[in-house]
């Protein structure tokens, strides 16, 4: 947020800055599914980025995007529904309609094809093409983002309320600037915090086969990418700014919530690994959440443990429709923006992921067994297929804690100590107490097949929490583990 000035000032300031967002999958895809559908990945299906993990597959199309919270808004509410930018990985793939494809809920509909770009992509413009050159002036996404919102904003019918949606790929790679803005942050680097550049002892094993310390090239490039970051992020700070005072100039600012957050957080040389997400880190897992509007007073943070599956049940409880009438896992954030008192509130959320690797050997890294993936040329590799875990973060008046088990050949567990040990560098499951750590393997099973209220069950910390250790067995006496789906569809 460093960079995001205006973003700060205009939402943050004039409302709510949640310091405990979190995501329940740390992967484009599967983690804006859960926005639009307000449900954890093992209840909608996209598990990776891929067609074959439902990402924007026709599986999705048909079930999931018929039920998501802009769905609603149009059909029951009567919004106006208006999206611009980046959809999920694969939209626009022949496969799956093509560009042709609008998916139900939307009114207006601006989205990018496949994943992140900033000049040479196409739109779907209400399902159909138009392709954009590199032009600065006319192509930068981000400006053509901004400049299509503040279309319509003005063209809008005034009889029905609206809802936008403007998702910017920036600070997604591959990190261009625009120009005014490619020599800002020259003294910037990668933060070199007590996890920078260490060897993750103690952690599953794709934790442990990166290279510490890292080369210098890894240092140069991971430093580069963070500032080239930054530098995009500024385009996404003036569109905000713009925003705000085409609402504020139309006399609509003061009756409109903006959100600002973002999909998943990003290492930069933690534990050795150069540059990606999808681990279970505090640094891939939890994202910014802002929020200003009617009722909600400024200069506000809230300690209160979210995620993004509770954005569709906000949106939908700011329209007057009852989240509870949905299949949503998530909870309304209303209360706690407009400041309700003894409120009772969530301990823990989940957090899942399924790895990507196919059966073949990565040319980058031929020392290395097949599997894995996202490998940088010293063989560092971000991802394998059984990176595959499920992770309990809980926060509560005593505790501030992660539990974490793996699917893989060691059935690896990691816990930490968020209160002692911030940066997660030393895993305690062998050092806490057994009792506890059965409550937590419990709470996972539970949260793994959970729908809808099912999610909102007491945690191990609440004092409505019940746990019976016989269901931790088996008839035949052996402990029972979580089970991890190997086939989405």
Known sequence: MTPLKKTKALIGEMGMTFSSAYVPSALCCPSRASILTGKYPHN??????????????????????????????????????????????????????????????????????????YYNYTLSINGKARKHGENYSVDYLTDVLANISLGFLDYKSNSEPFFMMISTPAPHSPWTAAPQYQKTFQNVFAPRNKNFNIHGTNKHWLIRQAKTPMTNSSIQFLDSAFRKRWQTLLSVDDLVEKL?????????????????????????????????????????????????????????????????????????????????????????????????????????????????????????????SPGVSQCFPDCVCED?????????????????????????????????????????????????????????????????????????TPGVFDPGYRFDPRLMFNNHGSVRTRRFSKHPL
């Open 244 to 368: 705000v005072k085409r609402l504020e100039f139309n006399g609509e600012l003061n009756n409109t919530y903006i959100f600002y957050t973002s999909d998943n957080g990003y290492h930069t040389g933690q534990f050795s690994l150069p540059i990606d997400k999808r681990q279970l880190y505090e640094f891939d897992i939890k994202v910014p959440l802002l929020v200003r509007g009617p009722g909600i007073k400024p200069n506000q943070t809230s300690k209160m443990l979210v995620a993004n599956i509770d954005l569709g049940p906000t949106i939908l409880d700011i329209a007057g429709y009852n989240p509870n009438k949905t299949q949503m896992d998530g909870m309304s954030l209303l209360p706690i923006l407009r400041g309700a008192s003894n409120l009772t509130w969530r301990s823990d959320v989940l957090v899942e992921y399924q790895g990507e690797g196919r059966n073949v050997t990565d040319p980058t890294c031929p020392s290395l």
């Open 44 to 117: 909608h299906h996209v598990v990776n980025n891929t067609l074959e993990g439902n990402c924007s597959s026709k599986s999705w199309q048909k079930i999931q995007e018929p039920n998501t919270f802009p769905a609603i808004l149009r059909s029951v509410c009567g919004y106006q529904t208006f999206f611009a930018g980046k959809y999920l990985n694969e939209y626009g793939a022949p496969d799956a309609g093509g560009l042709e494809h609008v998916p139900l809920g939307w009114s207006y509909w601006y989205a990018l094809e496949k994943n992140s770009k």
């Open 384 to 456: 394998a297929y059984n990176n595959t875990y499920a992770c309990v973060r809980t926060m509560s008046t005593q505790w501030n804690l992660q539990y974490c088990e793996f699917d893989d050949q060691e059935v690896f567990v990691e816990v930490y100590n968020l209160t002692a040990d911030p940066d997660q560098i030393t895993n305690i499951a062998k050092s806490i107490d057994p009792e506890l750590l059965g409550k937590m393997n419990y709470r996972l099973m539970m949260l793994q097949s959970c729908s809808g209220p099912t999610c909102r």
